[in-house]
């Protein structure tokens, strides 16, 4: 732990990032490339396998880009870093899973933060908006993100009017896998990471990979790319040690142990 705007903790195969930049966790140029530098490293480390990310104090999981840094010459357009806003948004080959734990309010870019990770688990006060059209800006990301993961009308009605969801009604569309007391988050959320780390780690990077890829393609075109090797992971996956550990484990009747290659 160090005195930055990004925490990071390690906990055996699993990393966990708070942002802690108070008094509202707001992501300004410098925070988003530590941010960036972090989840690159996440990437890159073979003994980590899930990552976790969540907000500092009890209030606010993000609220976004910091309108303060950017109207004392923060540029909106300046240099992000690796992984663009946030270091998770458009970080290539990112094939671990990454849960984001929103422990308060989650707006603007923070909300888009939290459509990067592929687990969101929310406090039961946590809150969720788009307001950037009341200050006559865009949300980029969730325009493209958001009507794919929600009903196309209710992703409509927040992008256009900027409407605050609940944490109730942000499980009721699907935004959240699940709502938790306040004070059970960070451990729902560390069992969760627990649960993935201990599953095999070269099926989740396939998951990943043919999920993420495939978004833009047509069934058959996906299908035709699995079949045809060319997804990377797909392919390293069925040459892999522990594709012959799961098929052996079955017939033995016991547990596997993945071993990442």
């Not at 005195?3 to 992501?27: F, S």
């Not at 500092?56 to 004392?72: E, N, R, T, V, Y």
């Not at 900027?162 to 499980?171: I, K, P």
Request: some cysteine; charged content about 25%; glycine content about 10%.
């Amino acid at each position: 732990m160090t005195d930055t705007p990004v925490k990071t903790e390690r906990r055996g195969t699993i990393l966990e990032v708070t942002l802690d930049r108070p008094p509202a966790n707001a992501i300004d140029l410098a925070t988003s490339r530590i941010m960036g530098d972090t989840f690159t490293g996440f990437r890159d480390d073979p003994d980590l396998r899930v990552a976790i990310l969540t907000g500092s104090g009890a209030k606010f999981f993000c609220p976004g880009w910091d309108l303060k840094a950017a109207a004392s010459g923060d540029a909106v357009d300046g240099d992000y870093g690796k992984g663009g806003f946030g270091g998770l948004q458009e970080l290539r080959g990112l094939n671990k899973p990454v849960i984001a734990a929103v422990n308060g309010i989650c707006c603007g870019g923070g909300l888009e933060l939290a459509l990067s990770a592929d687990l969101i688990l929310a406090a039961e006060h946590a809150t969720f908006a788009l307001p950037e059209i009341r200050s006559g800006t865009v949300a980029d990301a969730a325009s493209v993100k958001l009507p794919k993961r929600i009903p196309y009308h209710i992703a409509m009605e927040m992008l256009l009017t900027g409407r605050w969801l609940d944490a109730e009604e942000a499980a009721r569309w699907g935004l959240v896998n699940r709502i938790l007391p306040a004070a059970d988050l960070m451990a729902e959320a560390r069992a969760l990471a627990d649960q993935l780390a201990a599953g095999p780690p070269l099926v989740q990077a396939a998951i990943k990979e043919i999920v993420r890829e495939a978004e833009a393609m047509t069934f058959q075109d996906a299908m035709n790319r699995i079949t045809k090797s060319q997804f990377a992971t797909v392919e390293r996956l069925y040459r892999s040690d522990d594709q012959k550990e799961g098929a052996r484990a079955f017939a033995e009747k016991r547990d596997p142990v993945w071993k990442g290659r």
